[in-house]
């Protein structure tokens, strides 16, 4: 699984998990085989999941709907090229426009 080096008061060791179980690690140090007791969990990189939540369509008939095609346009509609809010019009009243 994991190999690991440490070294403790000038001796190194050589680790290697072999088995990792609920709370019980078969460990390899330097050639000799323990089971040893895991008091905390080890921490594993995963890769990270998706959680969606469930998104519920309003109800409020107050919202205003959109004009169905083909319907007339009113007084004023500019067709734009991308969807979306127009926030701001640089203009001022009897400026000239070109398209």
Do not use: C
Not at 12 to 23: G, K, Q, R, T
């Amino acid at each position: 699984m994991k190999k690991f080096k440490f070294t403790i008061q000038g001796n190194d060791y050589e680790v290697e998990v072999l088995n990792y179980e609920d709370d019980i690690a078969e460990i390899d140090i330097n050639g000799a085989v323990y089971k040893v007791q895991v008091h905390r969990e080890i921490k594993t990189t995963k890769t990270p999941k998706l959680i969606r939540t469930k998104v519920e369509p309003s109800s409020n008939a107050d919202v205003p709907k959109t004009r169905k095609p083909g319907e007339r346009k009113g007084v004023g509609v500019i067709k734009a090229p991308l969807p979306g809010t127009i926030l701001s019009v640089s203009v001022k009243q009897g400026d000239k426009v070109k398209v």
